[in-house]
């Protein structure tokens, strides 16, 4: 597949998604969207690759919305278009995703990063929802996962200032899991990808599918969804393989089945 705004590369089971953008500190607009979701999509189907990474540059992951694009919509045509049915897509991915993000991560930037399942930041991150500047508010889930992530006083406080927060406040609030020099955030994502990667795809498939549960399901149901997940990995090859090679003291070699 061709794409305009986004690169692709594959390092061992590991997909890695870069926004390509950098004259706009990769603002997203709507193709550049579309293009991101279509390729996790492809991801998710091909066998060859068990984790992915979404990534954009030392100095920007992405400073949100494309601003120029937005400028001049209206209500009812954007009403009609929909355009962030799309991003509903990104939480069916069933492979892991994990951001690895720099410098500015602001808006859309900031919700697409909340869509990926870890975060690991460069120290240089300035992570935030800047929407109310702008007269308007974050529309691809700002206000709903910042507000799982980091809980509703701060979330409060990071949406009505606009105000970005440095990595390592984003750190303390459970926004992000790591922070490390701007040199390492791309290597230590991928890295972190690649010993996902080592582990039984199914198992990693239930297991996010479970989380995700959590967020917004009772507990009650979210135990039941566990319950069956565990008992139908016991029909799993990866299952007999992961105990038979506990017993004879050996790695596991997953075959993802
Ligand atoms: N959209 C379009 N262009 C942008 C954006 C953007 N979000 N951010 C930066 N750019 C462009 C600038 O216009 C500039 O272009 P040019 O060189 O042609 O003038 C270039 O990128 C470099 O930017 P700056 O010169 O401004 O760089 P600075 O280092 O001085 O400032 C900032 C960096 C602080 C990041 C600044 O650019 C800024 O404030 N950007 C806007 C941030 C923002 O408000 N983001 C939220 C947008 S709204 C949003 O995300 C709604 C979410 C809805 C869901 C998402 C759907 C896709």
Known sequence: MVYEFIKVSIDQAVGIITLNRPEVLNAL???????IVAELERMDRDDK?????IT???????????????ADEAAIPMLIKDQFAVWDRIA???KPI???????VLGGGCELMMNCDIVIASETARIGQPEVKLGIMPGAGGTQRLTKAVGKVKAMEMLMTGEPIPAEEALRHGL????VPVEAYLQEAVK??????KQPPVAVRLIKKSVLKAIDTP???GLDYERNSFYLLFASDDKAEGMRAFGEKRKPNFAGR
């Open 176 to 179: 992000i899991n790591k922070l």
């Open 92 to 94: 069916k991915v069933s």
């Open 49 to 53: 690759i068990r984790a992915i990474v």
């Open 98 to 104: 994990i951001a690895a993000v720099s410098g500015f």
């Open 56 to 70: 954009g540059n030392d100095a920007a992951f992405a400073a949100g919305a494309d601003i120029a694009e937005m």
């Open 192 to 197: 972190l990808a690649k010993q996902i990667a």
């Open 29 to 35: 607009n709507l193709k550049m969207v579309d293009e």
């Open 219 to 221: 507990l009650n149901e």
